[in-house]
């Protein structure tokens, strides 16, 4: 099973930009399809961004297209997430996860690891 740490997290101002990161060890980066997921305070977590093993195929949640950029660089065993023109909607805690297998990857269920988060809070 890989390990992923989320990092870049913090505060910032509505229309700011942020790069969350999410290094994996322990496993072989790239046979996992990963994504991008958020929790604010009361809801539950929700789908952001999931990208396949090379990185050639990406899908993004309505509420972030445009905004949002996932990317991977397997030579690094590194996730990203650029995240630009932010809202204050976007404040949640944001979690990396893996999926060893072909599923749903809009849906938690799908996903074997997850990092611990990392917090993004966006004021107005």
């Known amino acids: 099973q890989v390990q992923l740490v989320e990092s870049g997290g913090g505060l910032v101002q509505a229309g700011g930009s942020l790069r969350l990161s999410c290094a994996a060890s322990?496993?072989?980066?790239?046979?996992?399809?990963m994504g991008w997921f958020r929790q604010a305070p009361g809801r539950e977590r929700e789908f952001v961004a999931t990208i396949n093993w090379s990185g050639s195929s990406t899908y993004y949640a309505d509420s972030v297209k445009g905004r949002v950029t996932i990317s991977r660089d397997n030579a690094k065993n590194t996730l990203y997430l650029q995240m630009n023109s932010l809202k204050p909607e976007d404040t949640a805690v944001y979690y990396c996860?893996?999926?060893?297998?072909?599923?749903?990857?809009?849906?938690?269920?799908?996903?074997?690891?997850w990092g611990q988060g990392t917090q993004v809070t966006v004021s107005s």
């Open positions: 322990g496993g072989t980066f790239s046979f996992y399809h």
């Open positions: 996860a893996a999926a060893r297998y072909n599923g749903n990857y809009y849906n938690t269920g799908t996903y074997n690891c």
